[in-house]
């Protein structure tokens, strides 16, 4: 079993920045894809970043693309998320997610993860 703890959210303004993270513990991580999603009410969750094990691929949603930067640290069992250039429309809880089989792609499908953290919440205002 992987726990996932996310940090960092928060209340920031429209053009600032904020920094998320992930710790993962109970198993090592570091052989997995593992990718950000977020989500607001009523609507489902969705990707908006993954990295592969070795940090050899990331991919970001259209959205976030050129203003978010997700990395991770194998060594601690950490993930990151820096949020930059935030708009309001970036507000949602964000959750971390682990997928648990040996692959180098990043799926955007949140059903193929099997650990989530329970989620910070960030907001923006304009």
């Known amino acids: 079993q992987v726990h996932l703890v996310e940090s960092g959210g928060g209340l920031a303004q429209a053009g600032n920045s904020l920094r998320l993270s992930c710790a993962a513990s109970?198993?090592?991580?570091?052989?997995?894809?593992w990718s950000w999603f977020r989500q607001t009410p009523g609507k489902e969750r969705e990707f908006v970043a993954g990295i592969t094990w070795n940090s050899g691929r990331t991919d970001y949603a259209d959205a976030v693309k050129g203003r978010f930067t997700i990395s991770r640290d194998n060594a601690k069992s950490m993930l990151y998320l820096q949020l930059n250039s935030l708009k309001p429309e970036d507000t949602a809880v964000y959750y971390c997610a682990l997928h648990w089989k040996l692959i180098v792609t990043i799926p955007i499908n949140s059903n193929e993860y099997t650990y989530w953290g329970q989620g910070t919440q960030v907001t923006v205002s304009s």
């Open positions: 109970g198993r090592p991580v570091n052989s997995y894809t």
